[in-house]
């Protein structure tokens, strides 16, 4: 019953995270809205039915360990200034990330105020391939340089995250054993973790020492 809830997630991600207001949250819902929601939400489904990896995977999820790394993650003060910017901005991201600790049975976020015959490759990696294929990349890439030269507001939120300070960040990364336990469990589906950090990390330009 709780994928249902992870599904309702995704559509709520989409439509009704974002007013309909100008300003930031209206340049992030033009990027919503190149996101096929409604096939990534049967695709989301169709795996959970028939993909034993993948139902390991979201059971791992509702585990004690991603609870703790759930716990430790949004506890970090950087990760809460930037829920609190966003939250200021007009984006409802407490509702969207208690919608999926509801589901999946994680801490309630509070503001702080101050396989299957279908030519699939299957499992975790598998849908994440699947999902990818499902994003107009091109489309969005072009959405992002437009709003980058247009938008003094996305703009800014670019600046604030490429300046960020996320070494608490890679110190929970490091050190804590229940996120190099879920990493491990990512990296024995096919999951390129590490490299998907690097990107991330070198894509804003923080120069982190992972």
Do not use: C
């Amino acid at each position: 019953m709780k994928i249902f809830l992870v599904v309702a997630a995704l559509a709520v991600l989409a439509n009704a995270s974002i007013p309909n207001y100008r300003g930031l949250p209206e340049d992030l819902q033009d990027f919503l809205a190149l996101v096929p929601v409604d096939q990534i939400v049967e695709l989301t489904s169709d795996y959970y039915q028939h993909d034993p990896e993948f139902q390991y995977a979201f059971h791992y999820l509702q585990g004690h360990e991603f609870a703790t790394v759930w716990d430790q993650l949004f506890a970090l003060d950087e990760i809460q200034d930037l829920l609190r910017y966003l939250d200021h901005g007009g984006l409802d991201v407490y509702s969207v990330l208690n919608r999926i600790a509801e589901a999946l049975g994680l801490s309630q976020l509070k503001p702080v105020r101050v396989l299957v015959e279908s030519g699939r490759t299957g499992g975790l990696n598998g849908f994440l391939d699947d999902v990818r294929a499902l994003l107009p990349e091109q489309q969005i890439m072009d959405l992002y340089e437009q709003k980058m030269g247009s938008s003094e507001e996305f703009k800014a939120l670019t600046d604030r995250l490429r300046h960020a300070d996320f070494q608490e960040l890679v110190e929970l990364y490091k050190n804590s054993k229940e996120v190099q336990s879920l990493f491990n469990e990512l990296r024995q589906h096919g999951i390129e973790v590490d490299k998907i950090v690097r990107l991330v990390a070198d894509f804003f330009g923080w120069g982190l020492t992972l």
